[in-house]
């Protein structure tokens, strides 16, 4: 499935740029007057293949999974968490449920690899292992367990899709993937480890020169070798950035625009991307996060994000804040009266 669907990601499609820069110098406004928001409409037609591009109802789809270097003291909540705020999600009380409700999107929670059993019904179980290994001292998982988690996101972007969801939104929850991410990030930048490491859920300056400390030496004890992503995710995991990379790809393959949220969702993008480079074609992305380590993702996906909220929250709440930019985007192109319509005259001539 994972092979199927990296060849049918085909590049975006550039040649509607024409036809709608010309629908947008008609419209009623000064050439260009809505800056950034131009671009995105034709960005949007281009992963389409639609001049008139939609991105409504969008999805959006938590992913959900607990990781084993969480023992190594890295965050500032207990690993019970993850699998609380999933009964969370579940009862529509998280963060990511309000803004989700508040665009209209498909909410779809994923367990691709909890610890604990998950409460609530209206969760997808989808479960690779409960859990990844403590990466601090041996692989996260195996190469096998890291397709199959690839491939629990493909499937779920494929139902959006089915669904009618017309743009995807990935987001994840995980006690300790900020650890996971920065040291996936170190993997594939190069870049010290301490330039990268961040407060994540909220740990102080002594825990994360700790932090850095497990990072740099199960980096050393793994050898991770950037030029193999799918290795990279079984040596330092999670299940959850697996999946949310698989997401991506299973909605490139089917055209639809992702919007991709903060700094754990920008690292599974730079890894999906290192598996299919047309991929940065159909990725949006909502939110620069506080985390250190985003700014240098984004730089390396040559990105700059919609948004800059100060938010370090997860769960695809970034991106979800984002869609009405794009929804915005959308409503220009196809709604506004342009010159003639409107009887509003054109630019004078340049005496
Ligand atoms: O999206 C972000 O940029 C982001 C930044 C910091 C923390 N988080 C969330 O916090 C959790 C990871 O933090 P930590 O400290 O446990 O590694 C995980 O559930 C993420 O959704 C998310
Ligand atoms: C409460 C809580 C909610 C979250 N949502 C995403 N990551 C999170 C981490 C914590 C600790």
Known sequence: MLADTLAAIVPVDDSLATAVQAR??????????????????KSLAGMSGNASPRVSPPGVIVFAADHGVAEEGVSAFPQEVTAQMVANFAAGGAAINVFARQIGARLEVVDVGVKGIVEGDGVVVDKVRPGTANFAREDAMSLAEAERAIEVGIRAAARSHAAGCCCLIVGEMGIANTTASSALLAALSGRPVTRLVGQGTGIDISRLAHKAGVIEGALAARQPDSARPLEMLAKLGGLEIAAMAGAYLGAAARRMPILVDGFIATVAALVACRLAPALRGYLIFGHRSCEPGHDVALELLDAEPLLDMQLRLGEGTGAALAFPLLEAACRMLSEMATFDSAGVAGAAPES
């Open 24 to 41: 947008l110098d008609n419209l009623t406004k000064p050439p260009g007057s809505l800056g950034r928001l131009e671009a995105l409409t």
